[in-house]
């Protein structure tokens, strides 16, 4: 009965839920550049005062150190335990990607709106930096609080949620661990992890998801001469850094897609029978999921994908390397005939099973290091990451989260994993011994990370159900 | 004695030759950037009125369409053309290449100075981009006129000049060609020309080119979904553009530094015996050389230069492929995980012998064709370039030069080559059949088109006193 009224609650305010969630989108939390220090506490701001609002105990705790400060965590507590209900920590992030590149955006990316749905694409949705990653799904979160409180004047009853909001998830969660590690026993306490931050199989089949992939996120410069040089009078003679990345990188995979770096693969896991098959069984069609993205059925005969494995078993069960970001020379308009004196990339791993990403990183470097170009030097940076998590799929909780989207979706969830990492996952786990139930609504062509993100309403209205049912649920459990 | 004159000129008016080229350096006419096109014109009309100072007919001639104007050409005549004497085509350009990496500039680039010497380094020297490339070079024959001038009431006597600065050399000369076959008749009945955009092999040994590499330019950019991609989600399983190019772009070498492109090497001709000898004897040290950029001789071991070639053979007889500029995917601070939709790189070849710029490019572009990874495409752009130049050694007009530079500086000049390219030079014996005469005055660490550009006043003194002696010798002629 009280789930039925928080839904109906949630149907009746529905456009305060979405005024509220464009105004939190309105603000440019982009964690990894600087020059949006401000806008990412104005954000932590906005969701303390939202969860003050809700009835949830909330402060700012900071991070980092005076000489380098990070971004606020916003922190809750509500909720008594109750005797059989469990203390659950809700983790989200409230920063975003960068927008660039922002031209390509049909409107600008932290002037968010309500888009109407077009026909043969994409329903009524969110459109603007964020929208699906991740605060419309952490407001999905808020909203079912929200309507516990008006509907029953207490957000979670006998419930106990301890609320993070992490704001440097896009940028390497530099000050995660250590925040982690000082609140270790309040933590370790919790009974498990609840992450909104995952997806759906596809618009109308909600999905629970099992697993993430881990990640190791590097910067690499490879240094030739001490200045620029005049490619007329140097080409031949010195060794050219935008040439000798590209060849050095173009190593990292051999002919049947494998990383060729010695050490990656251990701790990767071959792919049960049973595995494969229930994967089959979702009717995942690679075809289409390519068309979506502009590319032709040929794009599946792409030669750098790893060969004897389906696409899907390629996003959730099989690691691989990645140039995020190649850059070196004269990159203007026109023609510069230059050497330059340094190229860079960002290179990144995803990691899967038990693959370690310090491990990963010291790897690569090794291998780097005996591929340097002679006269050349490189300069290695670890910019962290995240271990890959594979949860449990008969703990009671994750049962519990299965029924409570059925509930609220009718649709019994598909069990899932994800390509993408949530490294606060496999960090809790291993510091805290507490596992996450990934409980998303996000869709595959939600464009996160990419102009024009989107969330579609409909999305959002499953997931803020969902969530309202796990709280009932919970609540007599 | 009107050579003796003249000198005297030079050395008593070295102050004001001085801050006249300050003057011209000052202004920014980066010609492959939109952004400096008022400079240009700038720079242009003040090389129009120091011509018309010097007692020269100048005006500017306007280049390119209304739909796409170029920058204007400086067209200089003077002289009446006496018995015996030739009729001398002067060419310079007065545009510069950008400036970036500003921030590695020890000075403002177009805030140009005189620095004074350094112990064991360079010399007395003008600092600022377009010091030595090629304004600098350019007010050397200026200052001669005007020395001519000063000290006989003309800037050349009988010696008929047409003088023609360029303003696009740096970014491609898209319009030289247009120009040149519009003023066939008056160009082609020229007896040679005059170029100072050149080197000497040491400070105290000027020398004559007698070739230039030629050039093809091209920008590339490889096309894969239609969006960035979230390489969580996308990672082994789409293609990534930035992987792929530098895949692709691994393959223009072969393990010998040869260019792996069918048809390359067409036209380029075995080194002579004699030649190799005579080069052996201009005491080039290739590891001295290295190290005034910064390398150790480790670098001379590098792997990508083409094996079987000394330094001074890689550079003046051999053809390269070099990535100029390389870009893709996310580039600022921080990490993002992206799959980007394109990655671009700028790629140049420099060409010797018979080579030829548009068939290079044309086989380029079918290389890359071959290889375009399934599910991509390529954009490619072929941004001009020029013929490589060899001049025939035995001409009475070099014989002239080479007698005028030693009566200028008491050193008899190296005959050397260059591995920069001079367009101007290949275009103008395609189309009027006019040799030029290379006699340039720069050094090998003039970091010309790298930041701290600059131009030492030793040098632009052997080269104004060898323009008067060459005016000088060509009266008499």
Redesign the interface.
């Known amino acids: 009965m009280s789930y039925d009224k928080a839904a109906a609650w949630l149907d009746e305010h529905e456009g305060e839920s979405i005024e509220r969630t464009l105004e939190w989108l309105r603000i440019p939390s982009v964690?990894?550049?600087?020059a949006y220090r401000d806008d990412v506490r104005r954000a932590a701001e906005w969701a303390e005062a939202r969860l003050e609002a809700c009835g949830v105990d909330a402060k700012l705790v900071e991070t980092g150190t005076p000489g380098d400060p990070g971004h606020p965590i916003v922190m809750g507590e509500c909720g008594e335990q109750s005797e059989g209900a469990p203390h659950v920590l809700f983790y989200g992030h409230y920063d975003v990607?960068?927008a660039?590149?922002v031209e390509?955006w049909d409107s600008p990316p932290f002037e968010p709106s309500v888009q109407p749905a077009v026909a043969d694409g994409p329903g009524e949705r969110f459109v603007g930096r964020g929208a699906c990653d991740d605060k419309g799904q952490v407001m999905m979160f808020l909203e079912a609080l929200a309507a516990w409180k008006e509907t029953t004047g207490h957000p979670t009853g006998g419930v106990r949620f301890t609320i993070l909001l992490e704001g440097e998830e896009?940028?390497?969660s530099a000050n995660l661990e250590r925040f982690v590690n000082e609140h270790v026993d309040a933590l370790g306490a919790c009974d498990f992890c609840l992450v909104s931050d995952t997806g759906m199989l596809s618009r109308d089949k909600p999905a629970i998801t099992y697993g993430v992939?881990g990640?190791t996120?590097t910067?690499i410069t490879l240094h030739?001469?001490?200045?620029?040089?005049?490619?007329?009078?140097?080409?031949?003679?010195?060794?050219?850094p935008?040439?000798?990345?590209?060849?050095v990188?173009?190593?990292?995979?051999d002919d049947n897609?494998r990383v060729t770096i010695p050490g990656f693969y251990d701790g990767v896991r071959e792919l049960s029978d049973a595995e494969r098959e229930a994967w089959r069984g979702l009717g995942f069609d690679?075809g289409e999921?390519?068309a979506k993205?502009?590319?032709?059925p040929?794009?599946?005969?792409?030669?750098?994908?790893?060969s004897g494995y389906s696409?899907i078993e390629?996003?959730w069960a099989?690691p691989?390397a990645?140039?995020?970001?190649?850059?070196?020379?004269?990159?203007?308009?026109?023609?510069?005939?230059?050497?330059?004196a340094h190229?860079?990339?960002?290179v990144?791993f995803?990691l899967v099973d038990d693959q370690d990403p310090q491990r990963v990183a010291d790897a690569f470097f090794e291998w780097l290091r005996g591929r340097t170009?002679?006269?050349?030097r490189w300069e290695l940076t670890d910019?962290?990451g995240g271990h890959p998590v594979t949860v449990s799929t008969d703990s009671s909780w994750l049962t519990a989260a299965k029924q409570s989207v059925e509930r609220a979706t009718g649709v019994l969830p598909a069990m899932i994993k994800?390509?993408?990492?949530i490294p606060v996952a496999g960090m809790l786990k291993a510091l805290t011994g507490v596992e996450t139930i990934f409980m998303g609504f996000g869709l595959?062509d939600d464009?996160?990370?990419?102009?024009?993100e989107k969330f579609e309403l409909s999305c959002f209205r499953q997931g803020a159900r969902s969530h309202a049912a796990l709280i009932e649920r919970l609540r007599g459990a």
Do not use: F
């Open positions: 964690s990894t550049d600087p990607q960068p660039d590149p390509l896009e940028s390497g992939r990640l996120y910067e030739g001469a001490d200045q620029d040089l005049h490619s007329g009078s140097w080409g031949g003679r010195a060794p050219n935008n040439a000798e990345l590209a060849k990188l173009s190593g990292l995979w897609g690679a999921a390519l993205i502009g590319l032709g040929e794009a599946d005969e792409w030669g750098g994908q790893e696409a390629r996003e099989r691989t990645e140039i995020n970001g190649i850059w070196g020379g004269y990159t203007g308009a026109g023609a510069k005939t230059v050497i330059p190229a860079s990339a960002k990144s995803r170009p002679p006269g050349c910019m962290g994800t390509g993408g990492s595959d464009r996160v990370h990419s102009p024009n």
